[in-house]
């Protein structure tokens, strides 16, 4: 994750080629980049006050005329008797709905800009075990995705690398900001594995397209299970080189360890200080990873989990959370009823397992979370479950509740303002705020929309 994200802006426009990104196009000869027709978000904080609003609170009830203050890119005040500071700007919002903004925990936002152009691709490094890969370094700010899923409300995303077995170290930023590091909200915010896992080949509308069953099944077991092994052994090494740096930190006469980036990054999952997310969709493989996550001593989470709702009785007696990430996927097995996938979330939340909902994807259509939590809602999930599921479940599992997730005093003040439902389609979002600053909402979809709406 070392490229240069401007050097190959550059390359792709040199290229001579028009490439569509988001509903746009970026660059083409004798005309700007992509980066100089987006307008740089360097909007200070505000006082702000947004009275005679509905506010959704979602840690609480709902509020049906209230005022909501935000000073200092904090919530400050929530209620029927909130008192408005002097010098602030009032928003009316009669008529309209106050929301936390959107989480979505699972994306590879601002690390893939066009899938098909290997220079704006900056997801994973070469090799298996990379936990010491940092996902924050290689965010694009500047991608076109940000502002097409801020316009929807998601005011804060998930980043994960992925590629290899140990993929690297997550970030969870906020869609505001210049760099990575004015929009880091937790720049580590705990290791990415894809846990291996057994071809079995299967049915489903595309199955002629996967990779084919191995023909000796039981190599394919011994082989899964290597893998498996190797990726304990990692740990184990992590787990020795932990108690030589203590060992020697105790006593001055043993010996300190040489220092190994691998391990050292190990190190925070071994104490339990950041959680690991585990990529896992089979019911074999989600048994197969608290197994595995118990014996080595991690804290894990579930993404992917679309077989999650066959474990729930696991999950909940070990208290380990799921983030979906296929609600709107089609299903995996031929025999499947078609709303498997679209009923998952309503039998976890029925079991009492803790989760959250996530689009899973790497950028174009991470503004379309809260469709997947809207069709969750209407196969069985109770509607407050599923806005909870997109914002203070999601902060909750990934350990920001305290500062994120819903309309709270002393929370960061990512809040959007809507005229109706956020999780129905024909809502849309008037104000946002991030951070306690006013988000832009336009995107190339708005630009183009303004450019080309009166063609005949």
Not at 19 to 30: A, D, N, R
Not at 135 to 154: C, D, E, K, M, Q
Request: proline share 6%; hydrophobic share 45%; net charge neutral.
């Amino acid at each position: 994750m070392r490229k240069n994200w401007f050097v190959h802006r550059q390359q792709a426009t040199l290229c001579g080629l028009a490439i569509l990104v988001c509903g746009g196009w970026v660059s083409t000869p004798g005309g700007s980049s992509l980066v100089a027709q987006q307008k740089l978000d360097l909007s200070p904080r505000v006082t702000v006050a947004i009275r005679d609003a509905r506010l959704v609170t979602v840690g609480g009830d709902v509020i049906e005329r209230g005022t909501l203050v935000i000073r200092d890119g904090k919530i400050t005040a929530v209620g029927t008797t909130a008192t408005i500071p002097a010098g602030a700007q009032v928003i009316d919002g009669r008529g309209l709905t106050v929301y936390p903004g959107m989480i979505d925990a699972a994306t590879s936002l601002g690390l893939v800009e066009i899938p098909a152009v290997a220079a704006t691709v900056d997801q994973g490094e070469v090799g298996d075990y990379n936990p010491n890969a940092r996902a924050l370094v290689a965010v694009n700010p500047h991608s076109a995705h940000v502002r097409v899923t801020r316009y929807n409300g998601i005011t804060t995303v998930a980043t994960m690398p992925d590629g290899g077995v140990i993929c690297g170290q997550a970030t969870l930023i906020n869609l505001y900001g210049t760099s990575p590091q004015e929009m880091a909200v937790v720049p580590s915010l705990g290791l990415v594995v894809n846990f291996p896992r057994l071809n079995l080949g299967g049915g489903g509308p595309f199955a002629a397209f996967r990779q084919p069953p191995p023909a000796n099944i039981a190599e394919a077991i011994a082989a899964r299970d290597r893998r498996v092994e190797e990726l304990r052994q990692v740990w184990r090494e992590a787990a020795d080189y932990l108690r030589a740096k203590e060992a020697a930190a105790a006593d001055p006469k043993v010996p300190r360890p040489a220092t190994n980036v691998v391990y050292e990054s190990l190190i925070p999952t071994l104490r339990r200080e950041t959680p690991v997310f585990f990529r896992a969709d089979r019911a074999q493989d989600i048994r197969a990873v608290l197994a595995f996550a118990e014996d080595i001593g991690v804290r894990p989470i579930i993404v992917g989990g679309n077989d999650a709702w066959m474990c729930t009785a696991e999950l909940k007696a070990k208290q380990v959370p799921v983030i979906l990430t296929g609600v709107l996927d089609l299903p995996a097995r031929e025999d499947d009823p078609y709303d498997i996938l679209y009923e998952n979330a309503a039998k976890l939340h029925r079991a009492g397992v803790k989760f959250c909902i996530s689009t899973g994807d790497n950028g174009a259509h991470v503004r379309d979370l809260p469709y997947h939590a809207g069709m969750a809602a209407a196969f069985g999930l109770d509607p407050k479950a599923a806005l909870r599921a997109v914002t203070l479940s999601a902060a909750e599992i990934l350990g920001v509740g305290d500062r994120l997730g819903s309309l709270e005093v002393g929370k960061i003040a990512n809040v959007v303002v809507a005229d109706g439902d956020l999780l129905e389609p024909r809502t849309r979002v008037k104000y946002a705020f991030i951070d306690g600053r006013p988000a832009q909402l336009t995107s190339r979809h708005t630009e183009l929309y303004e450019q080309f709406k009166e063609r005949r």
